[in-house]
T-cell receptor
């Protein structure tokens, strides 16, 4: 199965600053999904990347998938308190809709 | 985005009893749903794939007789934890896909927190 590593494990950022979270796979990804989770709650879908070199943006969040489709980054510009939470990347194992999740990155925004 | 609901949101049960958790797709039909569990401060682990009208497919190490899955309709899957024990206490989350592999979006329910005393 896929092995996904996320870095950093936790991140404390002052409000207004930019930040980047990385997700690295041991294998080529068929699809890479980014979710946000607040403790004890479900996952909120952020973005899905499928093609090598693909980049998507939504509001202040941009996600990229490298050409080799083994690494993805999530970048938040001008962070806000509402961005706080746990960010999880999920990888599709062979295009069969089963997702393997990374270890998660806990983001804290300091006012 | 598509909406997936779960019921109950939390449940406390006594050791040895069974608990049923429902997962519904509210505004779309889902031939396939997925069940995950999450331990505190850990990531999600896929337990099984729920297939409408057929048997569920379980991941390695997941006891199918303990975690019974039924996918009776295109909008409802249920997970029953049978003879629950304290080690079954966890956060259970279901998901459903919109679109078809390999291009799809997968949406998650709000989760059910199970505590077995």
């Amino acid at each position: 199965s896929q092995e996904l590593e996320q870095s950093p494990q936790s991140l404390i950022v002052q409000e207004g600053k930019n930040l980047t979270i990385n997700c690295t796979s041991s294998k080529t990804l068929y699809g890479l999904y980014w979710y946000k989770q607040k403790y004890g709650e479900g996952l909120i879908f952020l973005m899905m990347l499928q093609k090598g070199g693909e980049e998507k943006s939504h509001e202040k969040i941009t996600a990229k998938l490298d050409e080799k489709k083994q690494q993805s980054s999530l970048h938040i510009t001008a962070s806000q308190p509402s961005h706080a939470g746990i960010y999880l990347c999920g990888a599709d194992e062979g295009g069969n809709e089963k997702l393997t999740f990374g270890t998660g990155t806990r983001l804290t925004i300091i006012p | 985005g598509a909406v997936v609901s779960q019921h109950p949101s939390w449940v406390i049960c006594k050791s040895g009893t069974s608990v049923k958790i429902e997962c519904r797709s509210l505004d779309f039909q889902a031939t396939t749903m997925f069940w995950y569990r999450q331990f505190p401060k850990q990531s999600l682990m896929l337990m099984a794939t729920s297939n409408e009208g057929s048997k569920a497919t379980y991941e390695q190490g997941v006891e199918k007789d303990k975690f019974l899955i039924n996918h009776a309709s295109l909008t409802l899957s249920t997970l029953t934890v049978t003879s629950a024990h304290p080690e079954d206490s966890s956060f259970y989350i279901c998901s459903a896909s919109v679109g078809s592999a390999p291009s799809y979006e997968q949406y998650f329910g709000p989760g059910t927190r199970l505590t077995v005393t």
